[in-house]
């Protein structure tokens, strides 16, 4: 069976280097940082330009920490405008694999299966790699880093772990760089999905570095994790799951916004109805459904109370907003205390691949299609004219419209 080559390709700093591009400067030697300054001095920072990683700024850092010493240039979040440059270099990757061999991983992040494209381009998949990075430099401005390896986990452990921090922006990894670099690695949350509070509960199992993981008893791992300890497992080993071989499918889809000042219920579930939305519109995109939905509310510091978490399993697989957002909110008025909230998370887990919509069985075809054919409305006018083109109204006006 032919081995093959799969590319995962990362754009540096790409909301930074869109803002550098857009101003005729040089990412690597211009200190800017992307954030919004009407959050003041708590807010926090989306992106900063390779200079200032180099000089150890943290990607994600409160404004206060950022070094007073160094001239800092701020640009305000453009999310649309890197929507079209993001759309702009995907279309660069189409010209070179198509549609089908193309996995978007993340706005800035893409898999590229090339094996069966070295014999007509009649290169190597390195030189085939720095063939793309050139074309997207040239093209665009951006420059890029690329894992290069058999499998997506693999190359995503080449991209984050070597390539990044390589001379050309590029790095191959096989199975033998598992025991001979990955297994080395004494941090945890530099591993693909491992984050702090995962490496917290490895700790607590006596799991301290990549090999101990590798070798750790999966089944005892999966009784304290869940299916995702598991999986955490097989990854150290550089075996994929069923998510990197075929990105139909993972164990959990969430998103969480940490605010810059207290709030409190109107405002919180308003927050809970974003959060939802980009969620539905993830698991949509990727035709998943959900049968976990999870919610967790932090409270300021200030409190004595850390907040709740909350989950429910559905009897039926679901991925409409408004079924979703209506379990968080049951959630929220039950267990909310009026303390004042910095943080809001949603997980929707339990995921399984649907490729066709679901039949209902009680009666309800007719209205679940013309919710379904809005929201596909919705997620076209968004995919071509930016997120920010369409919004759901707040609970506040919608309010006000049903008293009028």
């Known amino acids: 069976m032919k081995q093959r080559k799969i590319l995962c390709i990362d754009l540096k700093s790409f909301f930074a280097s869109v803002e550098c591009r857009d101003l005729n400067l040089d990412p690597f030697k211009t200190p800017l940082v992307v954030a919004d300054l009407k959050y003041g001095k708590s807010g926090i920072t989306l992106a900063i330009t390779p200079y200032l990683k180099n000089k150890g700024i943290n990607s994600r850092s409160r404004l206060y920490q950022l070094p007073k010493n160094i001239n800092i240039i701020y640009a305000k979040p453009r999310h649309s405008r890197y929507v079209e440059v993001s759309r702009e270099i995907l279309n ?104 702090p509070a995962t490496a917290k509960k490895l700790y607590s199992l006596g799991i301290h570095n990549v090999e101990q993981l590798a070798k750790a008893n999966k089944t005892f791992v999966e009784k304290y994790l869940g299916v995702y300890g598991a999986k955490l497992v097989e990854n150290a080993n550089g075996r994929e799951t069923d998510y990197q071989r075929n990105s139909k499918t993972n164990e959990s889809i969430g998103h969480s916004h940490v605010t810059n000042r207290d709030i409190y219920a109107t405002e919180a579930k308003n927050l809970m109805l974003d959060i939802v939305d980009k969620i539905a519109r993830r698991l949509r995109r990727k035709k998943l459904k959900t049968k976990v939905v999870r919610i967790a509310i932090n409270y300021s510091k200030s409190t004595s109370n850390n907040g709740f978490s909350k989950q429910c399993t559905t009897e039926y697989y679901i991925d409409n907003p408004k079924q979703i957002y209506e379990i968080c909110l049951k959630f929220f008025d039950a267990f909310y205390d009026l303390s004042p909230i910095r943080k809001v998370s949603i997980t929707a887990g339990k995921l399984k691949y649907f490729k066709e919509t679901q039949i209902d069985l009680f009666g309800n075809q007719e209205k679940i299609d013309k919710e379904d054919n809005l929201l596909k409305a919705v997620d076209k006018i968004q995919r071509q004219f930016g997120k920010n083109k369409i919004k759901r109204a707040s609970r506040e006006i919608k309010s006000e419209l049903r008293k009028k």
């Open 92 to 195: 660069i990757y189409l010209e070179y694999v198509s549609e089908k061999d193309l996995d978007a991983y993340s706005i800035d992040e893409v898999f590229l299966d090339v094996t069966n494209y070295l014999k007509y381009y009649e290169k190597d998949e390195i030189n085939l790699a720095k063939n793309i990075q050139s074309e997207i430099l040239r093209r665009t401005k951006i420059s890029s880093s690329v894992g290069i390896s058999s499998s997506k986990l693999l190359a995503k452990y080449a991209l984050d772990l070597a390539a990044k921090n390589s001379k050309d922006g590029i790095a191959v990894w096989d199975q033998e760089d598992i025991y001979d670099k990955l297994w080395k690695i004494k941090d945890l949350t530099r591993v693909w999905g491992i984050g």
